[in-house]
């Protein structure tokens, strides 16, 4: 039995131990708004926040967030997320959607540690968040934007 | 193209329908040419909540607008929403006939139906494909939104005892102004569900537009940026398997025998079993179906199978590229001019396979009942992809449902004239047999290896100068797989042996030369191949756009300068040749190690020009900087949309310029994920200014064209900085 808190709400899984949490959160929590793209830390779908901090949740084994807490896309609330979702709407950053949880949980994670990142601090953040419908151009200025909002 | 003025709407071509729930009205409505006899049914139309219809006695399906007493107005889309805001573009033209509120506005994927939601320039068949979506349905979309404000007004005019033409519709509100008489669209629902079907609709003269030409906010922004937007990949149903599939390691390749116990044995598993291409692997859910399919003991029977390299292909094609093909083109007298040209330039350029790596690997959900199938999906080829789900099982087309989801991506992949995917989930169905619901998720690996690819191409180009360094004979040879071959669109698409897919946007060159020849080498080999954003200009932009500079090089003139000369009487190239060049500020001095290129070509019917900036650093690397793009797609509906697609379709483009390949060793696909098909990441993306001609000229699409340009563009901008050609794709500067 594994035990953790997600978005808030605790969480008991039995479960076989070296699933990925991503699945565990797709397929035996029923949240959704996670993607799978990659499975291998490749393209940041399945990016959420395990206590706080941005990670591949498709190469973290559901055992890592034993007695921790998970956030994904559907638990956002802090300030930083409201404000990177408002710039994400208000810009139109979304084409096919796919990337889009990942994109802003990375963001999210960015804003938190660092509330004015530079051009270069929101490339290197973001690149391990690939968009194939290329929204980048979009997603720098969202959170250009999300960063001028929070201050 | 007649875009405005009065159309006739027989009575019998407009119904309407009431449905008797909480929801209101339906405003159905069935347009010129799509006229038909259904049987009574009393069934709630698409994505409706239930209830019935009580006027007129019939179902009808093809409605676009539905007004509901809660005001809501839903608008049906016939195509799927893929990222392009195909949603966002058709609800545009319904709201501004209608004079809706654009917040008031729902979207709502319509059904698979061929007689109803046919794309109107594929006939008989529904699909979103070759940037048609907003091209077909301008009109379509725009009359049923109009229709429906005539009949509200006419409505109002009765309650209200006052003149029709005395009712002014602002923003979802009608109002007599002397009368003090006002309504919401809600209110009059029932009763303009009523009225008269109008026998002519006066659709706005652009003058009028208040949404079209303006930015309205994408209807799918907030679910895609609250994790809510469903996709297959999130289709949850009681009961439902997934299921994983072991493709063979070659194409061609078969199942000889296999041995399911290890594989059965994973906690979880539910099912094994074996379908025409592969065996597939069924769990409770996604992690045992993947170790399920990883403990399968499979002997595969290779003796038919693909067993060639990249290398080997490229040799071939380049030895069938010294042999003449079907004609294209031929103008003039190209050898003969060739023979007395001042100059003659040559050229020799490789395509590599490419895999589309939509973000959401290809997946579908599916279930039999007792008197059908039911799909989940997001389905791009709706009509083909029921006919070929009706083989599978032996049912009518009409006995497959298909619900509407959106697509992760899939820049042409999930149109496959095939519908191998579907295929696919069909035949897993079948064989588990009964009733539980399946979805196939294919993983990235799977996405990779298991094709469909933008066919490899090898072009064979030579051109000769006058002594002024004008040209005067321009020859162009292409080699590669055939798209269309043995594909329903085979028929309307081949001809003469010659693939249009394969040769658009060589054989339609545009530049004035006195003798053109365009041929075409069709290959055949097992590995399958499909349209990628773009489909033939993919390779033939860069061919055409990167020889033509070569020939101004080769004429000591401006890129730009030559091609102005070589377009007259093609103003809308010219028009996004001048505003590129003009808005990049071309000719002005650029620095060391740095270099401007400039492209333009026309792809289903819009016409893009771009300028790429390119820094060339130590270590044979160099970055993309600052990309200008002019852009032609007549009236813009949603001028950000435009930019975005734009911006999106450049930089899908400039991933395939940079690096991505499929290439195979010895008949096994040697990329797998995307830390060897390598995409364009953000620290990769230039600045982008995207500038629209104004026009007044019917909108053509936007999803693809901005994708073919910019690989010329930057090889052009590099051949700048460094005076080396660039003879294959993806680009690499030589030491
Ligand atoms: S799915 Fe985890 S990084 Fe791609
Ligand atoms: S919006 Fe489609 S992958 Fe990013």
């Known amino acids: 039995m594994i035990q953790f808190t997600i978005n808030g709400s605790p969480q008991q899984l039995d479960i076989d131990p070296d699933t990925p949490l991503l699945w565990a959160i797709r397929d035996s929590i029923g949240l959704t708004g996670t993607k799978f793209g990659c499975g291998m830390a490749q393209c940041g779908a399945c990016t959420v926040h395990l206590d706080g901090k941005a990670i591949r949740s498709c190469v973290t084994p559901v055992t890592a967030a034993e007695g921790k807490s998970v956030t994904t896309i559907e638990g ?42 530079s051009d270069k601090d929101i490339d290197d953040a973001m690149t391990g968040n690939i968009c194939r419908c290329n929204t980048y151009v979009r997603i720098r200025a969202a959170i250009k934007q999300a960063s001028k909002a929070l201050s | 193209m007649k ?54 006695i019939r179902f009808e399906p093809n409605a676009f607008v539905r ?135 006066l659709l706005k003269e652009p003058e009028e537009f208040r949404l079209i030409g303006t930015r309205v906010p994408r209807k799918d922004s907030n679910a895609k940026t609250n994790g809510t937007a469903m996709f297959t990949q999130d289709v949850k149903l009681p009961g439902m398997l997934t299921a994983l599939v072991a493709h063979p390691p070659r194409f061609g390749a078969t199942v000889k025998s296999f041995a399911a116990g290890k594989a059965r044995a994973v906690p979880g598993v539910d099912a094994v079993v074996e379908i025409p291409n592969g065996v597939a692997v069924l769990g409770k859910d996604f992690w045992s179906a993947k170790k399920g399919r990883d403990a399968l003991q499979i002997e595969w029977d290779e003796s038919s199978a693909f067993t060639l390299g990249s290398d080997e292909l490229l040799a071939q094609y380049k030895a069938l590229s010294e042999k003449p093909g079907s004609v294209a083109r031929n103008d003039g007298d190209v050898p003969g001019v060739l023979l007395s040209a001042s100059k003659r330039l040559k050229a020799t350029l490789e395509f590599p396979f490419l895999a589309h790596a939509a973000l959401e690997p290809m997946n579908c959900v599916m279930q039999r009942h007792q008197d059908g199938v039911e799909i989940w999906n997001g389905d791009q080829f709706q009509t083909g992809d029921q006919k070929a789900v009706a ?75 006058d002594a002024d360094g004008n040209p005067v004979a321009w020859q162009h040879r292409i080699v590669g797989q055939s798209i269309i071959a043995g594909t329903v669109f085979e028929v309307g698409m081949v001809k003469d042996g010659v693939d249009v897919t394969s040769v658009e946007g060589a054989s339609n060159l545009p530049y004035a030369i006195p003798n053109i020849s365009v041929d075409l ?141 499929i290439t195979f060793s010895e008949g096994h696909v040697v990329q797998s994920n995307f830390h060897d098909y390598t995409v364009l990441r ?30 010329p563009a930057v090889a052009n901008a590099l051949s700048a900085a460094t005076g080396q050609r660039f003879n294959r794709l993806p680009l690499k500067l030589s030491a």
């Open chain 1, 76 to 117: 956002l609330g802090s300030a930083a997320a409201k404000a990177v979702q408002d710039a994400w709407v208000r810009l139109d950053v979304v084409q096919c959607g796919y990337c889009q949880s990942g994109q802003i949980m990375s963001a999210v994670d960015l804003l938190s540690r660092n509330p004015h990142p």
């Open chain 2, 3 to 56: 875009q405005e003025g009065k159309t006739s709407l027989s009575r019998r071509q407009f119904l309407v329908m009431t449905a008797a729930t909480g929801t209101g009205l339906t405003l159905g409505m069935l347009l010129p040419g799509c006229s038909r006899e259904e049987p009574v049914q009393s069934q709630a139309g698409p994505g409706k909540a239930g209830g019935e219809v009580i006027a007129p």
């Open chain 2, 67 to 201: 007004i509901g007493t809660d005001n809501r107005v839903t608008v049906i889309i016939k195509h799927l929403e893929m990222g392009q805001g195909t949603y966002t573009g058709l609800a545009t033209l319904v709201a501004e006939e209608l004079d809706a509120a654009w917040s008031q506005i729902n979207v709502e994927g319509a059904p698979a139906d061929a007689n109803t939601y046919n794309n109107l320039f594929w006939g008989k068949m529904q699909g979103t494909g070759g940037s048609t979506a907003i091209a077909n349905s301008y009109e379509q979309m725009r009359k049923a939104g109009a229709a429906a404000r005539e009949m509200l007004i006419a409505a109002a005019a009765k309650k209200w005892q006052v003149a029709e033409g005395d009712i002014t519709v602002q923003a979802g509100l009608l109002r007599h102004q002397t009368g003090g008489h006002q309504a919401s669209f809600g209110e009059l629902a029932e009763l303009a569900a009523q009225e008269a079907v109008p026998e002519d609709v």
């Open chain 2, 391 to 465: 083989g599978v099982f032996g049912i009518a087309p009409e006995q497959v449902k298909i619900n509407m989801l959106y697509a992760g991506g899939s820049f042409g992949r999930r149109a496959n004239p095939q519908s191998d995917y579907l295929i696919e989930t069909a035949a897993i169905v079948k064989a588990v047999g009964g009733e539980a619901p399946v979805k196939l998720v294919w993983t990235r690996e799977d996405d990779m290896r298991a094709g469909y690819y933008r066919p490899m191409y090898v072009h064979k180009l030579e051109a000769g100068l």
């Open chain 2, 521 to 661: 080498q069709t290959t055949t080999l097992p590995v399958p191949v499909q349209w990628w954003r773009s489909v033939g200009s993919t390779h033939t932009a860069f061919a055409v756009e990167t020889f033509i500079d070569q020939l101004a090089l080769a004429a000591n003139r401006d890129p730009v300068e030559y091609r102005r000369t070589l377009l007259k009487g093609h103003p809308r190239h010219l028009g996004v040749l001048e505003l590129a060049a003009q808005k990049s500020d071309w000719g002005s001095p650029m620095g060391a190690g740095r270099g401007r290129g400039i492209a333009v070509h026309e792809s289903f019917n819009t016409f893009v020009a771009q300028v790429a900036e390119v820094t060339v650093h130590a270590d044979r690397i160099f970055s993309v900087d600052r990309v200008v793009i002019a852009v032609d797609c007549g009236i813009a509906v949603n001028p950000d949309i435009v930019r975005a697609q734009m911006e999106g379709g450049m930089g899908f483009g400039l991933a395939a310029a940079l690096s991505s390949e």
């Open chain 2, 682 to 711: 953000i620290n990769q993306m230039p600045k982008v200014e995207v500038h629209i001609v104004n026009s007044a000229q019917p909108p053509t699409g936007v999803g693809e064209p901005a994708t073919p340009v910019i690989a």
